[in-house]
Nanobody, 120 residues
């Protein structure tokens, strides 16, 4: 079993950049596909991006702005967010699963989330 902890959420302005990190303990993340999701209050959870052993996929609204990367030395995944827009301001969750199919769903392990807030 892998335990996930997100960090890096903070208050930003439109156009800013920030990096969210998903740290893991209990197992090595190299064995897992990792997904990032976000959920605003009163809305459904939304897929953001995912990385497996062979590919990385992004939701259309974040393509070209967000970048996922593995940090195997630290057993972590980083989500680099550039040119933040108001729609990006919400709670972000990382999730893990052992297979590499259907990267938009089917995750078994979830973190508690980290908040990205846009200042006016």
């Amino acid at each position: 079993q892998v335990n996930l902890v997100e960090s890096g959420g903070r208050v930003v302005q439109a156009g800013d950049s920030l990096t969210l990190t998903c740290d893991a303990n209990g197992d090595t993340l190299r064995r897992y596909s990792i997904g990032w999701f976000r959920q605003a209050p009163g809305k459904d959870r939304e897929f953001v991006a995912a990385i497996s052993w062979i590919t990385t996929v992004y939701e259309d609204s974040v393509k070209g702005r967000f970048t996922l990367s593995r940090d195997n030395d630290k057993n972590a995944i980083h989500l680099q967010m550039n040119n933040v827009i108001p729609e990006d301001a919400t709670i972000y969750y990382c999730a893990a699963k052992r297979d590499s199919y259907e990267l938009g769903s089917g995750y078994r392990y979830w973190g508690q989330g980290t908040q990205v807030t846009l200042s006016s």
